[in-house]
């Protein structure tokens, strides 16, 4: 790093000490037994459509779910196949919303909790009440496209990757809301789901990389706003795991002290026969994540591939 660059750094650090706070959330269980709060199960990417069986096989996924006694499921957008292209006509959306719901009624008695995905917006029936955000939230059951909520010590802020203008960074109002959320919940560890990965390696994986650089990382694979989070991060040491999808890949970064998991689709290749004749996209098979969450803010978590264990 340049000198300068450093100088320019440690200013910006000392123009945010109102957001550094010491580790509340991991002494205040200094003294006592690690526990497990919350065991979760992260789905994304399900891209539920009527054609190759996908409903059956997405409903043996949720069976799975069920089995392993989660407190809440987390939805990490593109819950259905497409919306957003220029051909969509109503009767499609409303057929993959059937889909999606007929499907997640075998879990309606566990909390779930989502965010929106690129593929879900319809932007071609202005002034219905399906058209764009608002008639992906009604779907979804959402109030707002961004919110956080608390649950068993931990709290999870869930947000809209899907700025209007540049897709994979948040407007200036969500922006603004974040800030303030993580400063008043500095007591408690953190987990953030997005749609897009905040941090991944899979735009570099994912494309065909120039052999002497460098590499070009689109906001949907990286958001575009990343060093203003890891700021915010370096402040807040609860923030713990940052939760995505979007990308079918599935990764994981560690980054001073942070872990992002970019996880696989649940839908692996659009349940579509991928790379393996089954349903891969490239070296990732259709899965979900199991996590456990602890008292003192650490986590385990463990991908599952349920179409092969199913078989
Ligand atoms: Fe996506």
Known sequence: MKRRDLIKKVGLAAGTIALNKPMAAMSAVNGHKKQKVLRIAHITDVHIRPEYNAVARFKKCLEMIRKDNVDLILNGGDSIYAADYSDIKKERVLELWSCWKDSVALVKDIPMYSVLGNHDMWWQGKGDELFGKPGVLKMLGLQNNYYSFDKNGWHFIMLDSNHPKTPGMLDDEQWNWFVQDVQSHQDKPTLIMSHYPLLSCTGITDNKPEAIGPFKVEGSYNHLDIMKFIEVFNHNKNIRICLSGHVHLLDKVWYNGVSYLC?????????????????????????????????????????????????
């Not at 899965?287 to 456990?292: D, I, K």
């Open 263 to 311: 996880n696989g689709a649940t839908s692996g290749f659009w349940w579509e026969p991928g790379d393996d004749g089954k349903s891969s996209y490239k070296q990732t098979e259709p899965g979900y994540s199991l996590l456990n969450l602890y008292n003192d803010g650490s986590f385990d978590d463990e991908y599952i591939k349920y179409e092969t264990l199913i078989k």
